[in-house]
Structure formats: structure tokens, C-alpha cells
């Protein structure tokens, strides 16, 4: 890989890593916020409902974020955009869509089609 290609991936998943961390610290400031008295169990509900949702999606960002720090760790070793599975190139093209993988496009497909017939 190009110098000018792992530098882009090194600044968008910093700047990516940054973004995300932002949010997390929105969400713990969101969620220390003093309780709102509500006299209606249907908005209590749904504000429960809508600070469920959000916390689901903060525990995805967060297994993001690990793995974005991984992807940063493989940038600095020199690992980034290297099968795990066969040693080959991961291409552009699959590491602008997923910029965290560490399987080229054919591994993922078959480790994901045994996946499919074991029924996991």
C-alpha cells in the first residue's frame, strides 16, 4: 500500500476515533443530567424507550471504537490492510467501505458463507 493511502486511513480513523469518543462524552453528560419528573407513564416510557435506544447504539460505537484503536495499532506496525487470513492486500476499495477489517473480501465471504451452513 501507498504512503498517501495508509496516511488517509490513519487521519480518517483518527479524526473517525475522535468524532465517536465526542458522542460518548455526550452521552454521559446526557445521562447525568438531573431526572425529569414526568406525571405520565407514557412519556416516562418514552423517554426510557428513546435512552435505551441510544445506549444501544453508544455500545456500538464503542466496539468501534476498539476496533478502530486496532486498526490505528495495525497502521503503526505496518500490518494495516493485510489479510489475517492469507497475507494478501486488502483492496482500496473494500478498506474505504470498512476501513476496520482485517480480512480481504474473499476471506470474509467464505469465513461468513461456513458461518451461513453452521448455522451461526
Known amino acids: 500500500m501507498k504512503?498517501?493511502?495508509?496516511?488517509?486511513?490513519?487521519e480518517f480513523l483518527a479524526n473517525r476515533?475522535?468524532?465517536l469518543l465526542g458522542h460518548a462524552d455526550d452521552t454521559v453528560s446526557g445521562m447525568t443530567a438531573p431526572k425529569e419528573n414526568f406525571p405520565d407513564p407514557t412519556d416516562r416510557a418514552s423517554l426510557e424507550a428513546d435512552r435505551n435506544f441510544m445506549l444501544r447504539i453508544r455500545d456500538r460505537e464503542n466496539k468501534l471504537i476498539k476496533k478502530i484503536k486496532k486498526a490505528l495499532e495495525r497502521i503503526d506496525n505496518g500490518t494495516f490492510g493485510i489479510c489475517e487470513k492469507c497475507g494478501e492486500d486488502i483492496s482500496i476499495k473494500r478498506l474505504k467501505a470498512r476501513p476496520v477489517t482485517t480480512q480481504c473480501i474473499e476471506c470474509k465471504t467464505k469465513e461468513e458463507a461456513v458461518e451461513?451452513?453452521?448455522?451461526?
Open 17 to 19: 476515533l475522535e468524532e
Open 116 to 120: 451461513k451452513a453452521l448455522g451461526l
Open 3 to 10: 504512503k498517501k493511502d495508509v496516511q488517509y486511513f490513519k
